[in-house]
């Protein structure tokens, strides 16, 4: 790819799940009106979902899932010291994700509950930055494709990379949605990150936060109007540990 | 202008036939809040039907109709060694119906920025100039103070006004498109008597206000208290959303954003509605940040509601629709900042020398 004497070369990019559903990278195939293109944009090197064709020498891995097994560790080191750009992709990645609350249990507990009578290796789940230098951070559940459409044109082009730090409350409120604050439940819109155009509460679903802390955010006052609406503090510390993407602000006065 | 009396059945034709055949938008209710009261946004409408006449106030205001929250510039094609740029200033006409005297004096104060500047919006321009607007009076609700703000009746900057007089709607026609249009309906010149019920409905609308803010020499006190502590305890409670400025008639910051095309042989400029009450309203390239506190940037944001910018010679921008106050989750509103502002100011009164002595 040429412009005005510029060449752009193709992103040596590989895709690795771990603990997770897999969705985020699903939605890599998403958005068919640009797949085309955003294909053209990929030098895919490992991607099971695209391709059963893998090698080793990627640039950028992409990196879906928390750590939940000692094997999940090695495998993860192993891809940080070939990849140039580690990428957490997905809340599962960048702040443990649903996973996370697994940790709130013993792990003798969680493995006679869910697989009775078997041998299985667990270890509480850890964020991706909590075992290697993460370069980059992508959240949603899942991944808005957009989003990932234009950091991978800023990567190709090197333009600089950002997210918003807005929280969602601005994108809601372009959407005309009544605020869901009004229609009496807790949504954690005012503290999230915004990006994800408000899909969940222009479906009149309360966020839960899946893209973790918008810039700055204001705990005391947020906590303050969950009080004087006199909402359920109980459903509040509920929804913020949903995704553990606010580590840090959780205990806030809740 | 000219002044005709409608029968509201003969109005309700009239809207009919005009919303049945152009791309309009009105009040409708949209949800119930939690505590029963109706929520109202503009929304498309293609019959009287459609429209709640009735309604309150709008959560969001019609600004987004001028000025959308995201809006296209131009876009760019490359091509071999040189690019192209592609502008469209195009709009298509569409009819506003039922926007309240503050929504259409908040136009007024746009075009006044937008337009009467150095550099006049042609995006804006389009879409005001293709716009027919149909006012629609109303009582105020308790917490409206836009009296405070001399925005509650209107002379200019619509086609079309209604006042509702009981039986019929008295009617200020401010264009000739709308004068044309009515020629197809039944209207008749006022007569002593609807004149009369039109200064009654004034004086009702009037007199119901229980909201008023004093806003004199407000532009003055907000030089004087640049650092008086009431921007930090108002800004400890601002939770940086936004929220004020995306539903306000008239907050017109903006950000602009250029992108590439996946397919990278072109690109696109787009503009999106902006808040001064962002965390980075005024990051500059670097990270550094000229507005950190929250303090800062809600005073910046009263700085420019209530004493104006150059653009639009000073003037306080706010129309007292308290849009922002309703919309706050932490209870920001103007009336209550000015209030705390003035009273600050006047908590030094004791202080002061005592008056010289009268001869």
Redesign the interface.
């Known amino acids: 790819m040429k412009h005005r004497g510029f060449t752009f070369e193709k992103l040596k990019i590989a895709s690795f799940d771990f603990t997770c559903c897999e969705g985020c990278q699903l939605q890599l195939a998403n958005r068919e009106s640009t797949l085309i293109d955003f294909l053209e944009l990929l030098d895919i090197k490992n991607f099971r979902e695209l391709s059963s064709e893998q090698f080793d020498d990627y640039d950028i891995a992409l990196i879906e899932g928390s750590i939940s097994r000692q094997d999940e560790v090695e495998r993860l080191q192993a891809i940080r010291r070939q990849a140039k750009t580690l990428v957490a992709f997905g809340s599962c990645a960048c702040f443990g994700g649903v996973n996370s609350l697994k940790n709130k249990f013993s792990l003798k507990e969680l493995v006679a509950e869910v697989y009775p009578g078997m041998k299985v290796e667990t270890m509480p789940v850890k964020k991706i930055s909590d075992v290697v230098k993460v370069d980059l951070s992508i959240p949603g559940c899942p991944v808005n494709k957009e989003e990932v459409e234009r950091i991978m044109v800023n990567l190709a082009t090197g333009s600089l990379v950002t997210l918003p730090k807005h929280p969602v409350c601005f994108e809601c409120k372009a959407q005309l949605n009544t605020c869901l604050f009004e229609l009496g439940e807790i949504c954690l819109g005012p503290i999230t990150r915004g990006g994800c155009n408000a899909v969940c509460t222009t479906g009149k679903t309360p966020c839960l936060g899946c893209r973790g802390p918008s810039e700055e955010i204001n705990m005391p006052a947020f906590v303050e109007l969950v009080k004087a609406r006199e909402l359920s503090l109980d459903d509040l510390q509920e929804k913020i540990a949903f995704y553990n993407a606010f580590e840090g602000f959780s205990n806030h006065e809740a | 202008m000219i002044y005709k009396v409608i029968a509201k059945s003969e109005f309700k034709r009239f809207t009919d036939a005009l919303l049945r055949d152009n791309t309009s938008f009105g009040p409708r209710q949209?949800?119930t809040?939690?505590r029963g009261k109706a929520?109202y946004?503009f929304?498309p409408v293609t019959s009287s039907d459609d429209v709640a006449f009735n309604y309150t106030v709008t959560?969001?205001s019609a600004k987004?109709f001028f000025l959308p929250?995201?809006e296209e510039l131009s876009r760019f094609v490359?091509q071999d060694?040189e690019?192209d740029q592609q502008i469209n200033y195009e709009a298509d006409p569409i009819v506003l119906i039922g926007l309240r005297a503050c929504d259409i004096s908040a136009l007024n104060i746009l075009d006044d920025v937008l337009l009467k500047g150095h550099f006049p919006s042609p995006y804006y321009l389009a879409k005001r100039k293709n716009t027919f607007v149909i006012g629609l009076d109303h009582l105020p609700l308790p917490d409206c103070f836009c009296k405070s703000m001399s925005h509650h009746t209107i002379s200019t900057g619509f086609n079309l006004f209604c006042s509702d007089i009981g039986e019929d709607y008295y009617l200020s026609i401010n264009s000739s498109k709308a004068f044309n249009f009515l020629k197809e309906f039944d209207t008749r010149d006022p007569l002593d008597d609807d004149n009369c019920r039109l200064v009654e409905r004034r004086k009702i609308i009037s007199d119901s206000f229980l909201s008023e803010v004093d806003v004199t020499a407000l532009p003055s006190i907000l030089d004087i208290e640049f650092d008086s502590p009431v921007w930090e305890k108002w800004g400890?409670?601002?939770?940086?959303?936004?929220?004020c400025a995306?539903?306000c008639p008239t907050c017109y910051c903006y950000s602009v954003e250029e992108?590439?095309?996946?397919?990278?042989k072109g690109a696109t400029r787009q503009k999106k509605?902006y808040?001064c009450n962002?965390?980075?309203f005024a990051e500059v390239a670097g990270g550094h940040n000229f507005r950190p506190k929250?303090g800062d940037r809600l005073k910046y944001r009263y700085y420019h509601q209530h004493r104006g910018f150059a653009e639009n010679a000073n003037q306080q921008i706010c129309v007292g629709c308290n849009r922002c106050g309703r919309?706050c989750?932490?209870?920001i509103n103007p009336k209550d900042v000015i209030n705390d502002l003035r009273m600050e100011k006047e908590s030094c009164l004791t202080n002061i020398s005592s008056s010289p002595d009268r001869i």
């Open positions: 949209v949800d809040d939690s929520v946004q929304l959560a969001s987004h929250f995201r490359f060694q690019w400890n409670k601002c939770l940086n959303c936004g929220t995306m539903v992108s590439f095309a996946t397919n990278l509605l808040s962002l965390v980075d929250n919309a989750l932490a209870g």
